[in-house]
Every structure is written in structure tokens, then in C-alpha cells.
């Protein structure tokens, strides 16, 4: 099946840096695990991590999830090196398998098209069938919002996902607990416009629409009580 009509249903985000996170994660069933070298990773760290991360995916015990890498976004001095040495990896591993890389902060669709271009470049350098490693765009502050349709378009781009905390932050959105609703925001969803954004965008292109994570599950009801109202929306899948 194309990667891109895969089930996205829960998509778990590991710390590229632990190794014993990163063994665990392999056999839990969610749709899509993918390695994180960007917030769960301390800028010291990122080098060691990046090559633990590029030699993870091509290790036995995965069972069978889309296997995805969240490099770091375009403002900072990593994201090639990032993309580079594991694609690189990938490509040199005959069991290795990669099949989206998560781009943060995308504010423009200059940034999927700049992710779009050395993708290929490296699937063509190490023999990978060209397009296959697909985009999952994550959409975290105002200008992405705005330009979500363009981003959408993009052909290597499989799925939209919600950035909730920095959108808050871009927002100025009175909360501190990612993903809650603000104080005194007691009807309806503080969030609704912009999921309903990226998900208008997500369908008119044939893509895969994702809700960002709650960082507040505490308890088991805490969890249930979060999604409530966006149960019954369209929404593709749930981050975490």
C-alpha cells in the first residue's frame, strides 16, 4: 500500500536519543513511529543522536509501523546533517527502511520544497526509488496556518500535523499546558479553526490530516475528557 493511504491513526514520537525508548517503541502498535531529533533532543546531543537514530532504522524488531525521523527545522544549523546521514543510512542498509520524515516549523512551502529537493537528491545518490520517503508538514505558527494549502500541495507531502504548543506561543494563547484550552475558553474549542484549516487543506489534496498531542494525560480520564468534541471531527490521527 502507498504510504500515503497508510492508517495514521496514532502516531507515538520517541526521543531520538534513547536507545531504550527507541527499542521499546518498535514493537507497540501504533500506525507511525517516528525517531524525534529535534525537541526531545538537547543541542548537544544531536550529532550522537543522529547517528543512533539513522542506524535504528535499519534494525530488526520493527513491527511493521510507518518508521519516520523528525529532523530539526530549517532555522537551525541541523537539518541537513540530519537528513543526510540517516537518508544516507538508510540507503546503505539493505533492511533499513524510512518512509516519512516529520519537518517542523514549516511556515512557507519554500521549506517542504527545500526538504523536497535534497530528498531527492539522496534517494537518487544512494539508489532509493525516487519520492518514495514522503513529508509529514508540521503546522506551528500563524504564517503556516496561512499558507497551509500550497503546503498541502505539495506532491512528496502525506500528512498535516498540528504543532499545538508552538502555535500557542505564535498565538499568544493564554495557556501553558500544550494542547488545553485556554482559562475561561469554557465553550467550544480554542483550536477548532485551526484543526478545521489543516483539515479542508489535508482533504482538497488527498492527504492525511493529524491532531497534535495533549502533554496533561495524567489519568486515563484526563485523556478520554481531551478529544471529546474532535472524536466526531475528521481528523486522521492523534499524536503522542
Excluded at 30 to 58: H, N
Excluded at 149 to 169: F, N, S, T, Y
Excluded at 202 to 207: P, S, V, Y
Aim: aromatic fraction near 4%.
Amino acid at each position: 500500500m502507498n504510504n500515503a493511504y497508510r492508517p495514521r491513526r496514532t502516531c507515538l514520537s520517541v526521543p531520538g536519543s534513547s536507545q531504550k525508548m527507541i527499542d521499546k517503541a518498535k514493537g507497540l502498535p501504533a500506525d507511525e513511529v517516528f525517531l524525534d531529533l529535534e525537541d526531545a533532543v538537547a543541542p548537544d546531543a544531536k550529532a550522537e543522536a543522529r547517528t543512533r537514530v539513522a542506524a535504528a532504522l535499519g534494525e530488526p524488531g520493527w513491527a511493521g509501523q510507518l518508521r519516520g525521523v523528525r529532523v530539526n527545522d530549517w532555522t537551525t544549523p541541523w537539518t541537513h546533517a540530519d537528513i543526510i546521514e540517516v537518508v544516507s543510512a538508510v540507503g546503505a542498509a539493505p533492511d533499513a527502511k524510512l518512509d516519512v520524515v516529520v519537518l517542523p516549523k514549516v511556515s512557507d512551502v519554500s521549506h517542504v520544497q527545500a526538504l523536497d529537493l535534497l530528498l531527492t537528491q539522496l534517494e537518487t545518490v544512494h539508489g532509493l526509488p525516487v519520492g518514495e520517503i514522503g513529508i509529514d508538514a508540521q503546522i506551528e505558527d500563524a504564517r503556516g496556518l496561512m499558507n497551509v494549502d500550497a503546503i498541502a500541495a505539495v506532491p512528496r507531502v502525506q500528512a498535516l500535523v498540528l504543532g499545538p504548543a508552538d502555535l500557542m506561543a505564535s498565538l499568544n494563547m493564554r495557556t501553558l499546558v500544550v494542547g488545553e484550552q485556554p482559562e475561561g475558553y469554557d465553550v467550544g474549542d480554542a483550536y477548532h479553526h485551526a484543526l478545521m484549516t489543516i483539515l479542508v487543506a489535508a482533504r482538497a489534496h488527498g492527504i492525511a490530516a493529524v491532531d497534535g498531542p495533549y502533554l496533561k494525560c495524567v489519568t486515563w480520564r484526563r485523556f478520554g475528557e481531551w478529544p471529546a468534541g474532535r472524536r466526531h471531527w475528521a481528523m486522521t490521527a492523534n499524536g503522542s
